[in-house]
């Protein structure tokens, strides 16, 4: 299971102040406290109102280098910044670059990218037509950019797959698309991973962190190995702990154990 | 009279088929489609509206009183069209070039419907000439941009300044809205308003339009 720390983000707005105002401090804090929970990568978006992200992904990127030795997954809807984040990027594991999607000028934009620097990728399940309803739209997305992917190169187990979770509030089938999705992918690409950002599923609603880290199960129990989260939730992490030792991902509950003595577990 | 609050019951409860026959009797009691949209369903709406607002009730909710409406607006569309005075106010809404969202656009259009306007939605994926385009055709009083995605939230400039370039400024009024923007943002680029959730788009299409939603039938 791989845990990326969802907190560097520029929407939210906090961040995105402390990214305008070239605030080091909170961004270091920041960084610091997700390396500290235990997050395996860090993602990194600098996209906010009234910013330059090809100056600012850069930017913010070395700021969390010089922080912490945590892998990166480089966050951004635009290709130049994108590049302009990747060629200041210097760990040695592979940086996560979020997003390719099926949109054809993202694509053609990303791929010299994707040839050039061999880095891992999240595929997000949409075209240049939206996100689709069905789940047979969303898996023939996947299949035409697992097999350019694989044309470039890029193996099978650097691919992320991101099925697209919406707002259950919104769309009552967003839930049980997302979940059949992932089932599919797991067994239609058993070595690549798919990824989700659990937060919209529970956008309009009450009680968000409760629905938050019940999907947060179901989608473990459907096959998602990536999570993008904030990591200083307790209550979700506990939740992936214990999910962790239903679904035998933890031999002797070790991970549990520990976790449990060490009062991080939330009971 | 019309039962004001059954009405409201009724969409509350998302009852379509009753809401239907509702509208009906109203009808059949000699009301008209005017006072029927007016007073019954723009004022229901609007409570409901404010519910949401103030965090009592849910979207989940406002839809199924939405979806109740529509039912009772099947029954009075035709009449509203037929009759000579304009029975209401247009906006056209569309999510700007580059960007495929389009939940937040869409709970726009259920809740401005739900205000009592005409919703004319452009899709996805809008550029500037299919914007003015629409306004041209349409002829809506109000045009709203929505925008998810940083990258996409300047191509809402190109589109304001395409509607001003094709002389259309003074015949529509625009709103913009989506996670990345702000108040700041909005006026920067020249829109007349802001919306920061489905809700308030309603208030300020109102406000721009110097309507007063609150009070009695007008």
């Known amino acids: 299971m791989l845990i990326i720390g969802e907190s560097l983000n520029g929407t939210i707005e906090t961040v995105g102040r402390a990214i305008l105002?070239?605030?080091?401090?909170?961004?270091?804090?920041?960084?610091?406290?997700?390396?500290?929970?235990?997050?395996?990568?860090?993602?990194?978006?600098?996209?906010v109102a009234g910013g330059n992200e090809v100056e600012d992904l850069p930017w913010l990127t070395q700021i969390v280098q010089e922080e912490v030795l945590t892998p990166l997954m480089i966050d951004s809807a635009n290709p130049e910044a994108l590049?302009?984040?990747?060629?200041?990027?210097?760990?040695?594991?592979?940086?996560?670059?979020?997003s390719v999607s099926g949109e054809e000028e993202k694509w053609n934009k990303l791929c010299p990218v994707l040839e050039e620097k061999g880095c891992k990728v999240v595929?997000?399940?949409?075209?240049?037509?939206?996100?689709?309803?069905?789940?047979?739209?969303?898996?023939?997305?996947?299949?035409?950019?697992?097999?350019?992917?694989?044309?470039?190169?890029?193996?099978?187990?650097?691919?992320?797959?991101?099925p697209l979770l919406l707002s259950v509030a919104v769309e009552p089938a967003a839930g049980v698309v997302a979940l059949?999705?992932?089932?599919?992918?797991?067994?239609?690409?058993?070595?690549?991973?798919?990824?989700?950002?659990?937060?919209?599923?529970?956008?309009?609603?009450?009680?968000?962190?409760?629905?938050?880290?019940?999907?947060?199960?179901?989608?473990?129990?459907?096959?998602?190995?990536?999570?993008?989260?904030?990591?200083?939730?307790?209550?979700?992490?506990?939740?992936?702990?214990?999910?962790?030792?239903?679904?035998?991902?933890?031999?002797?509950?070790?991970d549990f154990l520990n976790a449990y003595r060490e009062k991080r577990i939330l009971v | 009279m019309i039962g004001r609050e059954k009405l409201y019951a009724l969409l509350t409860q998302g009852k379509v088929e009753e809401v239907r026959e509702w509208t009906c009797g109203a009808l059949n009691n000699g009301e008209s489609a005017e006072t029927v949209l007016k007073e019954g369903f723009i004022q229901a709406m609007d409570r409901i509206g404010l519910r949401f607002k103030s965090g009592e009730i849910y979207i989940p909710e406002v839809l199924l009183a939405a979806r109740a409406m529509h039912a009772g607006m099947e029954v009075l569309k035709p009449i509203l069209s037929r009759s000579t005075t304009k029975w209401s106010k247009k906006v056209a809404?569309?999510?700007?070039?580059?960007?495929?969202?389009?939940?937040?656009?869409?709970?726009v259009g259920m809740m401005l419907e739900g205000g009592g306007f005409e919703v004319i939605d452009l899709g996805i994926d809008v550029s500037a000439e299919k914007f003015v385009e629409a306004i041209e055709v349409h002829q809506p009083q109000i045009v709203g941009l929505s925008a998810l995605l940083t990258t996409t939230m300047r191509e809402m400039k190109t589109i304001l300044e395409a509607i001003e370039k094709a002389g259309l400024k003074k015949k529509v009024k625009?709103?913009?809205?989506?996670?990345?923007?702000?108040?700041?943002?909005?006026?920067?680029?020249?829109?007349?308003?802001?919306?920061?959730?489905?809700?308030?788009?309603?208030?300020?299409?109102?406000?721009?339009?110097?309507?007063?939603l609150r009070g009695p039938s007008c």
């Open chain 1, 21 to 47: 105002d070239r605030n080091e401090t909170y961004l270091r804090n920041l960084v610091k406290a997700q390396h500290e929970f235990g997050a395996d990568y860090l993602d990194v978006n600098a996209g």
């Open chain 1, 123 to 162: 595929v997000l399940l949409m075209d240049d037509r939206g996100i689709p309803k069905t789940v047979d739209q969303r898996m023939s997305i996947a299949q035409i950019l697992f097999t350019r992917l694989t044309k470039l190169n890029i193996p099978p187990e650097d691919i992320y797959f991101d």
């Open chain 1, 180 to 254: 059949e999705t992932i089932r599919r992918l797991r067994s239609s690409y058993p070595d690549s991973h798919v990824i989700c950002g659990l937060s919209n599923v529970s956008m309009g609603l009450p009680g968000r962190k409760l629905i938050n880290r019940t999907f947060l199960t179901m989608a473990i129990c459907a096959g998602m190995d990536a999570l993008l989260l904030d990591v200083r939730d307790q209550a979700l992490l506990s939740s992936i702990y214990a999910s962790k030792i239903l679904i035998n991902q933890d031999p002797y509950c070790l």
């Open chain 2, 93 to 107: 809404i569309g999510t700007v070039k580059g960007d495929l969202h389009d939940i937040g656009k869409n709970l």
């Open chain 2, 174 to 212: 625009t709103i913009v809205g989506g996670a990345p923007l702000n108040e700041q943002f909005a006026r920067g680029i020249g829109a007349d308003g802001y919306a920061a959730d489905a809700a308030s788009a309603v208030e300020i299409v109102a406000s721009l339009l110097e309507m007063n």
């Open chain 1, 83 to 98: 590049k302009a984040a990747l060629s200041v990027y210097r760990h040695s594991e592979s940086p996560i670059l979020n």
